[in-house]
């Protein structure tokens, strides 16, 4: 399953891909220098790894999703948590329809 990949080599990742370190670091909100040590070995955090996998593996297009979005779902989650599960239920089945 997709969700497991470990992502221990960005760098391989990269390269099938066929990006240049300023493509594909810059999708994931990371400088090209920094996502070079990355590259180099340097230990990457895991917001960052869940980042490399969403953008690179899953293929899942951040450029849409704005703060206040991620607000208003957080905030429907805590406030009424009943109408966010089946939302929730809805959207994955959309997704498993694609």
Known sequence: MKLFIEISNPGEIRRKLG??????????GVSQSVGSRYESGRNMPLPV???????????????????????????????NPDLYKRLKVSADKIMNKL
């Open 19 to 28: 990006l240049i370190q300023s493509d594909f670091w810059s999708k994931v």
């Open 49 to 79: 790894r869940g980042l490399v996998r969403l953008v690179h593996i899953e293929r899942v297009d951040l450029a849409p999703i704005r703060k206040d979005d991620l607000i208003v779902a957080d905030l429907l989650k805590k406030r």
